[in-house]
């Protein structure tokens, strides 16, 4: 693992050095295989001291920055700040590897019927249940509205007396009743 540390108006000294690469020793059992660390430690007007690491590992690229009144702090946070996308990282690719349903470690699942898929799966999948007939009545825009205002269903699909095509009022989360016109 190489460790970089740039310095831009300010000097780095061997304590600042030493902090930095404590710290990130700290964090390398969490990450696996650390190639590169750099490091960019920058001091500007009015006490603001800024950190900024650079992480590449074997897999990915972890980009960090903080900005305190004292580099030490700002060397800390920085490092925690990478520390937790690494975590979150490490975490998601494990969570990938455990849910990965192929049964025999990589062939895909071929079966033939609904139920063997669902076997595969451990789950049902959704089913689409016809409930009842709908009749398309030829009216208004309007007279569709009042209708659906009155009762309790969610949508009405009706014939559009002026256009003679289907369309659809639907109450919306909002209060109002939605129109969908299908497109010529």
Do not use: C
């Amino acid at each position: 693992m190489s460790v970089d540390i740039t310095g831009r108006h300010i000097e780095i000294t061997e304590p600042l050095r030493k902090f930095a690469t404590d710290r990130i020793e700290r964090i390398h059992g969490a990450a696996d295989e650390i190639l590169e660390v750099h490091f960019i430690l920058t001091v500007e007007k009015h006490q603001r001291h800024s950190a900024e690491v650079n992480i590449k590992t074997r897999h990915d690229f972890y980009h960090s920055e903080e900005v305190s009144t004292d580099m030490y702090t700002s060397i800390a946070a920085v490092i925690d700040k990478v520390e937790k996308q690494i975590l979150k990282n490490k975490e998601r690719n494990v969570a990938l590897k455990r849910h990965n349903n192929n049964p025999k470690g990589g062939e895909a699942v071929t079966a033939a019927t609904l139920k063997e898929i669902e076997d595969a799966l451990g789950e049902r999948l959704p089913r689409i249940i016809r409930n009842h007939e709908m009749a398309a009545k030829p009216m208004s825009v309007d007279d569709a509205a009042v209708q659906i205002g009155g009762s309790e269903t969610e949508f009405l699909v009706f014939r559009n007396a002026q256009t003679d095509r289907l369309n659809v009022v639907y109450k919306r989360k909002d209060g109002n009743i939605g129109w969908i016109e299908p497109e010529v």
